[in-house]
């Protein structure tokens, strides 16, 4: 083996797929399925971390991380439809947990607000209320926010919330009757839904 | 879920706000941070491992180390006298050495299922306390004399039985309580805590408690003062071994770890293939010495998995699963702080109990009163 072949080995022997210059090193189908997963999901999984957080880096934080996790994991995935299961237990798992220190964003983000998406109707009432439900959010515990998004952005079962997280399925409801509780105190849009809620608990 | 409904709305709007990133390199990059964090790890061990040789412990004789100490006398098999558990794991040279087991110097149970030295609950010394899922985690104690009792009505978050069985830990309203055991007058310890993530684990002196508070750490019962864990203990689900100096616990991806108790950071369990990751999110129990970690494997039934029992054992140094001579499906395991291990098992309808020594001498195997089905095996003290 080549003086150069050695580097390039030990270079990628943690699971680099690209070398040096940027060039893809898609050896074999598991270098290349990652990639795709990557494409192909980073963006679904980043929106779920956004609300997580509440900023736009600290959401590609938890997305890195998460990914590179699932990296590591990859051969012990059976099957690539696995990873984003894996990616998000991981993101659920290093946001909620108290250990790790959650980070949420301190100051709000306006900026991006009037750029991207929104209402067709009023686009300064829209972000007034984007920016009401984000700080409302934020206003949550880790777990609570972490509840909310599995139950009302994913469309996750109350089972399948306990078991993302990691909690028995009655924290699941503990924690979603104190988050739209809370919610319906500080977003008055909400309240009827909240209601709704409530009644059919 | 009724759709469509406003919070589902406004959550997507809000989500259309991020803005898409190229995380390939980015992950890649941290990937192989951590692959070199878990191999400095590695290569620690090792130098220390080489270190020991190199110092010749090695040559030592078994002989020379001192018997591990007795509390209580040995009995007999007979049928009056309850059969006293050991105190201490006793490594027995040669007694590990059943197929499959890749650390011989270590007791590993036979591969085949031994008689018991007795067969009357009435032997089975020490206390095992169930929880109720279904009744807002009542805890149910049961001793050698039978009949069940409750001891806790409800403490409506998962508890923590003290190593002598004498007081329970619970969470309730972010406040932890600690009551004794069937009786009616808790009393706050600590406020600002929680127990989804870690019940209260407490230590084996039963002098403190492993608690999940804003500042996580373990809680000084008598005086209150909260000593945090090493900001590099990352995970939850912590667990003593029986002498106190090790915890293993969860990491927030799901594999199992060791560490010191004043340690800085933990050693990885191995992800065995025949675990398939599936231990990896809970840990039950924990010997003596942190050599074995009681886990769920099984997926549970039970939609509380988060407070379901353990159902396996795994050798925290190689990751393999400890096969136990044990008939029937395991529903519970659980380790006494002496390193003794309790086994539940459903066969035929029927449930056994399983006493196990620390060098896996099966001393008492018991028909367990039915009035206890349907509850969840939660610990077993002294």
Known sequence: MTTEAVIDRNLYAHGSFRTPIGQPRMDDARDCAYADFVRERSHALLRSAYLLTGDQHLAEDLVQEALARTHRAWSRLERPSNAEAYARKVMYHAQVSIWRRPKVAEALPGDGLERHGGSVDDPAEATVRRITLQ?????????????????????????????????????????????????????PDLRAFADAQEAGR | MTAPDPLREELC??????????????????????????????????????????????????????????????????ASAPVAPTSAPAVRPGAGE?????????????????SPRSTALGDLPGQIFYADAGDDGRLVR?????????????????????????????????????????????????????????????????????????????????????????????????????????????????????????AQSGTPVPDRSETDGRAACRPVSVDATGDLVAVQLEPSAAADAAEAPADAILDTVTGDVVDLPVSGKIIGAVFDPDGNLLVRSQKGGKTRLWLFAPDFTLLVQAREPSRLEGLDLLAYTR
């Not at chain 1, 109350?158 to 979603?176: D, H, I, N, P, R």
């Not at chain 2, 059943?98 to 031994?114: A, L, Q, V």
Request: glycine share 10%; hydrophobic share 40%.
């Open chain 2, 142 to 262: 049961l001793t050698g004399a039978g009949n069940p009792s409750t001891v806790l009505s409800a403490s409506n978050s998962a508890a923590g039985v003290s190593p002598d069985g004498s007081r329970i830990a619970y969470v309730t309203d972010g406040t932890l309580m600690v009551v004794d055991a069937g009786g009616d007058d808790p009393r706050q310890v600590y406020a600002g805590t929680a127990s989804a993530e870690q019940a209260p684990a407490w230590s084996p002196d039963g002098g403190r408690l492993l608690i999940d508070a804003a500042d996580p750490g373990v809680l000084d019962v008598a005086t209150g003062r909260l000593s945090p864990l090493a900001a590099g203990l990352e995970g939850r689900h912590f667990r003593w071994s029986g002498d106190g100096t090790t915890l293993v616990y969860a990491t927030p991806d799901c594999g199992l770890e060791v560490a010191g108790t004043t």
């Open chain 2, 13 to 78: 709007e809000l989500a259309d706000v991020v803005v898409p990133a190229d995380l390939y390199e980015r992950s890649l990059i941290r990937s192989r941070r951590i692959g070199r964090r878990e191999a400095a790890i590695g290569t620690t061990a090792a130098v220390v491992a080489l270190a020991l040789l190199g110092s010749g412990l090695w040559r030592l004789p078994k002989g020379a180390e001192p018997a591990p100490p007795v509390a209580v006398a040995p009995v007999g098999p007979s």
């Open chain 2, 98 to 114: 059943t197929p499959g087991n890749s650390r011989p110097d270590r007791p590993r149970p036979r591969s085949s299922t031994s």
């Open chain 1, 135 to 187: 700080r409302a959010l934020l206003s949550l515990s880790p777990k609570q926010r972490a509840v909310i998004v599995l139950r009302y952005f994913e469309d996750h079962t109350e089972v399948e919330a306990a078991q993302m997280l990691g909690v028995s399925v009655s924290t699941v409801k503990t924690q979603c009757g104190r988050a739209l509780d809370r919610l319906r105190l500080l977003v």
